[in-house]
């Protein structure tokens, strides 16, 4: 599939793969498309940053390349390897073999065979389809020596193996970057991308993500669960539950045949929506039946 031409074939694209967005997300990805340009996704988790990657990805038929930050990610690991464990094979042979020349030996260890492959380096290789989507999630849980390295090598889309020379990304890649603004990424890397800040849907746009993702739930019991969730977002939560965790619930409550809610379903299935035990201890006694009887009250209002 080609590139969406405008903003709206950008929504309509994203929607094709039941990704719903609105307008300013759409603008900003129909920009980044266009114009060959990084974009950065900041906002809370479960939000939707990582599902629009796959989105893009799917929609376009390009491959997906997901490099999954964390503490202490380095440049050398998110790049390439040298498979040890075959040039060990390699070297073994060639003793028993009374191979002498240690120049061939050499090269033969640092070829191509025996190169194993990390994310930013398969991105920049020509792949079937054209271009992958690279994904580089949660940027925020690396260092700034990483942003670094990566703010170099997203400039010129290209890599250098000290053993086998520099790899030039023939089409450069389309590069999503995500945080979860767990601290903040280095203005000098945000200022080569297009940026966006991914707020949690209003109550219209998250029941149309729940008719895309979960469309066996009721209309009724769908206004029930996102009308929830999104005054429970409104608590003092340690981790206040995403889309993601909407999503999930309402299909828990698909199959547990639930029609309607009710603060013993809710307590039953609370794990579903919030995930640090002392948001759930905060949820006892009768501040389940509050939150429903609020939401009720809202429901009823907006009718």
């Known amino acids: 599939m ?27 990805v129909y920009l980044a498309l266009t114009l060959g340009r990084p974009l950065m996704l900041e906002g809370e988790a ?44 390699a070297i073994r042979t060639a003793e ?21 492959e990390r994310p930013l380096l398969a991105a920049m290789r020509p792949q ?24 170099e090598a997203l400039s010129e889309f290209q890599l250098s193996i ?13 590069v999503i970057l995500t945080s979860n603004r767990t601290r903040e990424v280095h203005d000098a890397l945000k200022r080569r991308c ?42 003092d939560l340690f981790k206040r539950p995403g889309v993601a965790e909407t999503i999930d619930w309402a299909k828990c409550l698909l199959a547990l045949d639930t029609v309607s809610l009710s603060p013993e379903v809710i307590a039953d299935t609370i794990g ?5 035990q002392d948001d759930i201890a905060r949820m006892q006694g009768g501040e389940v039946a509050r939150l429903l009887e609020e939401t009720r009250q809202a429901l009823s209002g907006a009718e």
């Not at 390009?62 to 040039?87: K, P």
């Open 2 to 28: 080609e590139k969406p031409g405008s903003i709206l074939a950008v929504q309509k694209m994203l929607a094709s793969q039941h990704y719903i967005c609105d307008r300013p997300l759409a603008t900003v």
């Open 194 to 235: 297009l940026y966006h800040w991914v707020e949690f849907p209003g109550f219209e746009r998250e029941m149309e993500v729940l008719r895309a993702r979960a469309p066996g739930v009721s209309e009724a019991l769908s206004r029930e669960v996102v009308a929830f969730v999104q005054r429970l977002r409104t608590e």
């Open 96 to 116: 028993a073999s009374g191979t002498s020349d240690r120049a061939a030996l050499n090269a033969e260890l640092f070829s191509e065979e025996f190169l194993i």
């Open 272 to 276: 579903a929506i919030l995930k640090y």
């Open 128 to 151: 079937p389809g054209g271009a992958p989507v690279l994904l580089i999630d949660e940027l925020d849980r690396t260092d700034e020596p990483f942003e670094a390295f990566l703010l």
């Open 46 to 89: 479960g939000v939707g940053k990582t599902e629009i990657a796959k989105a893009i990805a799917a929609a376009l038929g390009r491959r997906l390349i997901r490099l999954q930050c964390y503490e202490g990610l380095d440049a050398s690991t998110a790049v390439y390897e040298w498979n040890f464990a075959q040039q060990m094979v």
């Open 162 to 174: 000290p053993e086998l020379g520099t790899v030039i990304a023939p089409e450069p890649p389309i």
